[in-house]
């Protein structure tokens, strides 16, 4: 018996490009081929698909988006379609394009505005990627980020917005400021993923209940293997031939999960929660 056969597989965080890319339908379908069931598709910003970051650039990359999720529809693969507005958008908008601080805060309200409609309309699952750029910038751009972070919190209870939240990996300061948020806002946790948590962010969010993708990388789920199995596995695969396969290739999120099944490093019963159990949770899927 296969072990590969009995169980099914998902990635909660994955990108595609359909202008210099694989593209939705070539991912989708060799994940599938490879025992894939459900893949969280979330939306490039405007300045990997050729397009300025203005308000146009916007909703042209959620319109390709909205393309790329509507192939996967004939592939019976399931899927949730997730876009909106980058956190790391705001220093190339300020810095590049030297837009100020109001038009940056204009313009991605205005993409949520149009994405939180999309939902409603059925056509988006959620909004991604919502939070402050990971890495080390300027105090301003990053409460720019919080701010816009705190308005689509305020609008996502009203219109039961899923999340995915891009955040700095500050450990238990992060976790602590995004569970206090989502407690002022009366969000349901299972809506609000923290996305690409390590060990450090993993493990206070676990303990404060919150949700997390985390990267399936061996030595990332070798760190993990004690704590709850309250996560879910992402590649955030970037589809971007100029760094092919990073930051690794969906289905290897397949071979890392088996592997860890044969070294007795994650269980089946682990493996059916974070593959199958917690992804219907997230996402409002049909089970497989
Ligand atoms: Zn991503």
Redesign the pocket.
């Given at each position: 018996m296969s072990l590969k056969k009995d169980l099914l597989f998902a990635d909660a965080?994955?990108?595609s490009n359909p202008i210099n890319g694989l593209g939705s339908e070539n991912i989708a379908r060799r994940f599938k081929e490879r025992g894939g069931w459900f893949i969280a598709l979330?939306g490039l910003p405007p300045t990997s698909l050729g397009l300025r970051p203005d308000l146009e650039g916007f909703t042209k990359s959620i319109e390709m988006l909205l393309k790329e999720c509507e192939k996967l529809r004939n592939l019976k693969i399931r899927y949730s379609c997730l876009g909106g507005f980058?956190p790391a958008m705001i220093d190339k908008m300020i810095d590049v394009y030297k837009m100020s601080p109001e038009k940056v805060f204009e313009i991605s309200m205005k993409t949520i505005e149009y994405a939180v409609k999309l939902v409603r309309e059925g056509l988006l699952n959620g909004l991604?990627?919502i939070g402050r750029p990971h890495y080390k910038t300027s105090p301003e751009h990053i409460v720019l980020a919080d701010t816009i972070f705190d308005n689509v919190l305020e609008i996502a209870k009203e219109n039961d917005l899923l999340l995915?939240l891009?955040l700095e990996e500050g450990g238990w300061a992060t976790v602590y400021n995004v569970y206090l948020k989502i407690k002022r806002y009366s969000l349901n946790p299972w809506r609000v993923i923290l996305?690409?948590n390590r060990i450090k962010n993993l493990k206070p969010a676990i303990y404060y209940n919150l949700i997390s993708t985390v990267p399936a990388i061996p030595q990332i789920i070798e760190n993990i293997k004690d704590l709850e199995k309250n996560y879910v596995f992402?590649s955030?695969y970037?589809d971007d031939p100029s760094r092919p396969g990073r930051p690794m290739y969906p289905w290897e999120i397949i071979d890392n999960s088996l592997n860890a099944l044969r070294n007795n490093i994650l269980s089946y019963e682990d493996l059916y929660k974070i593959h199958v159990d917690n992804i219907i949770k997230i996402y409002n899927v049909e089970p497989p």
């Open positions: 965080h994955l990108h979330v980058h991604a990627e995915h891009h996305h690409h992402e955030d970037l």
